[in-house]
């Protein structure tokens, strides 16, 4: 049972049709679906990949990277998958000299399976075998097997750098190997593509393309009986599994309500998730995606609107959420004020960030999720050269339009995004975080 979007609090928009009022539901139910499509035609188009290439960052990310909240600390490997012909096998090597770590989604980005020191590998190495749905033959002895529930799939592997030395990190991630299990007795070579300094462009476009978007997963994936209701009510526009899709009988219907959809999302995402500590502005992701392993059914019901904030906030969810990383958002200033383009900010990050790995501030442009088009700098943290820390250990970071004075090394641009959030990361997340013994003050105005 999937719970209707009819009785939306009052910052839903008003929309005066009922196909509106079906395209705008449309639109918050297929985000995660459509988001992963994005991604996927960013891969086939932007890159000229194929399935199972591992495209790659040698550096890390610039604003060129456009993908829902990515870092800019760890280098990320990318790989697109197709089981339709038959199980992939994703061969993950041991995660030594530097940590290896991410995960495995369906095409709705629900986790299938954690890899590296907090996934089935345990940071040993494994030869995953993904199957696709109602798979019928008998994995193999000696893989890991995850069944799918979707022919599409993606991986998103992090590899973090030592310092300012990039080269474990990337030497591990060219170990990767991802080849068809037909072909396991003599796999093809691997194709690697690095993206570093090249754009990217895997982020949702709210306009008459999202739908088309739709049509097109709901064409090549198994319909879920849970959402046997939504996929009858968007006959109405024309969407139909093996039916076709002409987006002009009702263009300007979808184009508006694709655009209301946005909106909502966006007004949302200020209150996804809680303060983590008392009367912060630093929220803690919203529970429902966690409690779920991110599937958002709970008590026989589909969450949609959970599903669809988080999913308009970010990509590639973990299994099982803050034993590798925690994340931490923030919309508001001390104040309670939108962060705002043209206002400078001040960040005190206190010492001793419970982080073993590293830590960082990112910032981000509200509309889209992703990085500040254009932005000179993305993040600054615990990885950044040159970063300038107080006596005490402590560390004071600047957001705006311009840096200050001789604080180049701990600023982030805020650049032409109208209205931005931040995300606070910690990697390899201790136990101060956990028990809030340690506190991180809010985004001040200077």
């Known amino acids: 049972m999937v719970k209707s979007h009819e009785s939306r609090d009052e910052k839903a928009p008003a929309l005066a049709s009922s196909l509106q009022v079906i395209a705008f539901d449309a639109a918050v139910w297929g985000m995660p679906i459509v988001s992963m499509d994005a991604m996927r035609q960013a891969f086939l188009r932007d890159a000229q990949a194929q399935y199972n290439d591992v495209l790659y960052w040698s550096r890390p990310a610039d604003w060129r990277l456009q993908l829902t909240t990515p870092n800019a600390s760890a280098h990320y490997a990318y790989v697109n998958f197709n089981c339709e012909r038959g199980p992939i096998v994703v061969e993950v090597p041991a995660a030594r000299a530097a940590g290896l770590f991410g995960s495995i989604l369906d095409a709705w980005q629900v986790p299938q399976v954690d890899v590296g020191p907090h996934g089935a590998d345990q940071g040993k190495g494994a030869r995953y075998l993904l199957l696709p749905p109602d798979y019928g033959g008998q994995p193999r002895e000696g893989y890991v097997a995850v069944p799918l529930r979707t022919f599409n799939a993606y991986a998103l592997l992090r590899a973090i750098p030592e310092r300012a030395n990039p080269d474990p990190a990337v030497a591990l991630i060219r170990q990767l190997r991802i080849y068809p299990l037909i072909e396991a007795d003599h796999p093809p070579p691997q194709r690697f593509i690095d993206m570093s300094g090249k754009l990217f462009d895997g982020l949702v476009r709210f306009d008459v393309g999202f739908f088309e978007s739709l049509a097109r997963m709901i064409d090549e994936e198994p319909a879920y009986a849970r959402d046997a209701a939504m996929l009858r009510r968007i006959e109405a526009l024309g969407i139909k599994k093996g039916a076709g ?188 975080l956990f028990d809030k013994s340690w506190l991180l003050p809010d985004l001040e105005q200077v």
């Open 245 to 432: 899709f002409s987006r002009h009988r009702i263009k300007d219907v979808l184009t508006g309500a694709a655009r209301d959809a946005q909106m909502w999302l966006i007004s949302a995402a200020e209150h996804n998730g809680e303060p983590y500590w008392p009367s912060s502005t630093w929220l803690a992701i919203n529970h429902v995606g966690a409690r779920t392993q991110f599937t958002f059914e709970q008590d026989g019901e589909l969450d949609v609107q959970a599903r669809g904030q988080l999913f308009f906030l970010g990509c590639a969810p973990p299994a099982k959420l803050g034993r590798a990383s925690s994340y931490l958002s923030s919309f508001t200033d001390a104040a309670g004020e939108l962060l705002l383009h043209q206002r400078n900010y001040r960040l005190h990050v206190p010492p001793a960030v419970p982080a073993t790995q590293f830590w960082a501030l990112t910032v981000y442009n509200i509309e889209t999720a992703g990085f500040v088009r254009g932005a000179a700098s993305i993040e600054r943290g615990s990885l950044t050269e040159s970063l300038q820390r107080n006596l005490d250990g402590s560390v004071d970071l600047y957001i705006g339009r311009r840096a200050p004075q001789g604080k180049e090394s701990n600023w982030i641009d805020s650049g032409s995004a109208k209205s931005w959030f931040a995300m606070f990361r910690f990697y390899g997340p201790e136990q101060a």
